[in-house]
T-cell receptor
Framework: NAGVTQTPKFQVLKTGQSMTLQCAQD?????MYWYRQDPGMGLRLIYY???????DKGEVPNGYNVSRLNKREFSLRLESAAPSQTSVYFC????????????FGPGTRLTVL | DQQVKQNSPSLSVQEGRISILNCDYT??????FLWYKKYPAEGPTFLIS?????DKNEDGRFTVFLNKSAKHLSLHIVPSQPGDSAVYFC????????????FGPGTSLSVIP
């Protein structure tokens, strides 16, 4: 099992460019999440998907869109990147209950110039 | 305002001694707490959790203590090993928001051989 995979690992964008971060899990989990990690801020939830076909905003959704393509895949799109979106992005999945452990991918380091 | 706080950004401990990582939260409705560990260039991994109906949970060298009246939890690592050097995130979740977990900013632990 690969667990949670993310692509790409690194990306540099210019302000205004768009890109999609891909995430896939092979654990048959119902819930998937996108977080960003910034120094001194911990992990902040951007969007989550409680189950296939549903998505909801987290704490910091502005400037992002998501798609739960199927049970395995959950993508994060930046339509017009801004320097404030420079961060490390983590995708995670969990079976679904609030007490369930979340399993994280290795992260994508994004720099917006 | 951060709902989950880890007031020590870093901590250094000698190998073999006890490491104590602290976490405070503001929302008394949180009813489940988790600790995640993160190595550089990797995603966080689950370490240990505790339900609000308990005041202690132990797993090998790791013990989490919960003081609900003080809204405080702590992670004890005994004995500390160099491989424990990592960033530790405290996290809390709400039964009514079962898909959302609030993370603290993290504490970087260095275990000195």
């Amino acid at each position: 099992n690969a667990g949670v995979t993310q692509t790409p690992k690194f990306q540099v964008l210019k302000t205004g460019q768009s890109m999609t971060l891909q995430c896939a899990q092979d654990m048959n989990h119902n819930s998937m999440y996108w977080y960003r990690q910034d120094p001194g801020m911990g992990l902040r939830l951007i969007y989550y998907s409680a189950s296939e076909g549903t998505t909801d905003k987290g704490e910091v959704p502005n400037g992002y869109n998501v798609s739960r393509l199927n049970k395995r895949e959950f993508s994060l799109r930046l339509e017009s990147a801004a320097p404030s979106q420079t961060s490390v992005y983590f995708c995670a999945s969990s079976p679904g209950s609030y007490t369930d452990t979340q399993y994280f991918g290795p992260g994508t380091r994004l720099t917006v110039l | 305002d951060q709902q989950v706080k880890q007031n020590s950004p870093s901590l250094s401990v000698q190998e073999g001694r006890i490491s104590i990582l602290n976490c405070d939260y503001t929302n008394s409705m949180f009813d489940y707490f988790l600790w995640y560990k993160k190595y550089p260039a990797e995603g966080p991994t689950f370490l240990i959790s505790i339900s609000s109906i308990k005041d202690k949970n132990e797993d090998g060298r790791f013990t989490v203590f919960l003081n609900k009246s003080a809204k405080h939890l702590s992670l004890h690592i005994v004995p500390s090993q160099p491989g424990d050097s990592a960033v530790y995130f405290c996290a809390a979740s709400l039964k009514t928001s079962y898909d959302k977990v609030i993370f603290g900013p993290g504490t970087s632990l260095s275990v000195i051989p």
